[in-house]
């Protein structure tokens, strides 16, 4: 579990790489969902880069109900590609940048898109990006 001071630092430095997003006033950062309240990664990404920013933090999405309840790593490359992902809320930037803590596949981020209106700016923004993907097989 990293502490608030380590995650604010790593925002920091990712969002001195980047620039952060274009417009502030009309982003809204949205966390990937997590499958338990333990495991607030994404959120916890998303408040500290909200803070640094000045931009809207919604935790709006969540995993629809029917779909894998197994997390990432037990499913294989098809059963990724079905997460489903529904809006709890309505979300009225056209500015979105969805925030999760790695890149594996990009079938969470995927199912997100899908969710989110389809007439936004929609980025995608991870502090990790894994480079190879193992095989479930």
């Known amino acids: 579990q990293c502490s608030e001071e380590t995650i604010r630092f790593y925002c920091e430095k990712f969002l001195h790489k980047t620039g952060g997003p274009q417009s502030k006033s009309s982003t809204v950062i949205v966390p990937c969902p997590a499958r338990s309240n333990k495991r607030q990664h994404a959120l916890r990404i998303a408040l500290a880069m909200g803070s640094i920013l000045n931009c809207e933090v919604s935790d709006c999405l969540q995993f629809a109900k029917g779909g894998s309840q197994l997390g990432q790593k037990k499913l294989n490359k098809i059963d990724r590609t079905n ?3 529904v809006c709890k809320v309505a979300v009225a930037s056209k500015n979105i940048i969805f925030v ?21 700016n929609f980025e995608v923004w991870c502090l990790a990006q894994r480079c190879r993907v193992a095989t479930n097989e």
């Open 83 to 85: 997460i489903k992902m």
């Open 100 to 120: 999760d803590d790695i890149l594996t596949t990009g079938a969470t981020a995927w199912a997100a898109r899908r969710a989110l209106p389809e007439d936004c």
